[in-house]
T-cell receptor, first 117, second 115 residues
Framework: GAVVSQHPSWVICKSGTSVKIECRSL??????MFWYRQFPKQSLMLMAT?????????EQGVEKDKFLINHASLTLSTLTVTSAHPEDSSFYIC?????????????FGPGTRLTVT | AQTVTQSQPEMSVQEAETVTLSCTYD???????LFWYKQPPSRQMILVIR??????QNATENRFSVNFQKAAKSFSLKISDSQLGDAAMYFC????????????FGSGTQLTVLP
């Protein structure tokens, strides 16, 4: 159980275009999902917390107008990178929060590699 | 800032041997949770083990166990009988108590398992 999927697994886009990444909880409902960014050989950097039915909460330094997050249902959150530039190239990972054995745990999607040319 | 520190960027272990990965953290809370996640070359994050701060007993999951020292704010991961499939980046993470759900990650330790 507790499977999280991401689509696409990789994407290449041209500078100036927008790209959407989907994060789905497959076998459970997730009121809270998270979006992370990870650079090579580095840790995960939290970008935003996505709550179903409400606006996302962005971490300091993350441009909310550039990284649009929509959590329209209990099983789907999307991250749209608008007007992408080469510096947005990175590995993006989502996670979903689920109550397991008396505490919240996060289960992660497999990640999306974004390359902006 | 409530930080998580992993002071070993890289570690190696011989297959079938035991290795311990270190983690320290800073928190002003009395209620919190600690986790170890594994990220193999596929980059899929996998939850390895969880420890509740209010529990004195160290968590164990098969070959993985922790040494939780609350007063010292230390949370190390011991991998026994290391296998080639254990090779990965390991991240220590902390989560606040109550309804808090965000994780704070350490910088990671790259574990190599030598055949």
């Amino acid at each position: 159980g507790a499977v999280v999927s991401q689509h696409p697994s990789w994407v290449i886009c041209k500078s100036g275009t927008s790209v959407k990444i989907e994060c789905r909880s497959l076998d459970f409902q997730a009121t809270t999902m998270f979006w992370y960014r990870q650079f090579p050989k580095q840790s995960l950097m939290l970008m935003a917390t996505s709550n179903e039915g409400s606006k996302a909460t962005y971490e300091q330094g993350v441009e909310k107008d550039k990284f649009l997050i929509n959590h329209a249902s209990l099983t789907l959150s999307t991250l749209t990178v608008t007007s992408a530039h080469p510096e947005d190239s990175s590995f993006y990972i989502c996670s979903a929060s689920i109550w397991v054995r008396g505490a919240y745990e996060q289960y992660f999607g497999p990640g999306t590699r974004l390359t902006v040319t | 800032a409530q930080t998580v520190t992993q002071s070993q960027p890289e570690m190696s272990v011989q297959e079938a041997e035991t290795v311990t990965l270190s983690c320290t953290y800073d928190t002003s809370e009395s209620d919190y949770y600690l986790f170890w996640y594994k990220q193999p070359p596929s980059r899929q994050m996998i939850l390895v083990i969880r420890q509740e701060a209010y529990k004195q007993q160290n968590a164990t999951e098969n070959r993985f166990s922790v040494n939780f020292q609350k007063a010292a704010k230390s949370f190390s991961l011991k991998i026994s009988d290391s296998q080639l499939g254990d090779a990965a980046m390991y991240f220590c993470a902390r989560r606040g108590g109550g309804s808090a759900r965000q994780l704070t990650f350490g910088s990671g330790t790259q574990l190599t398992v030598l055949p």
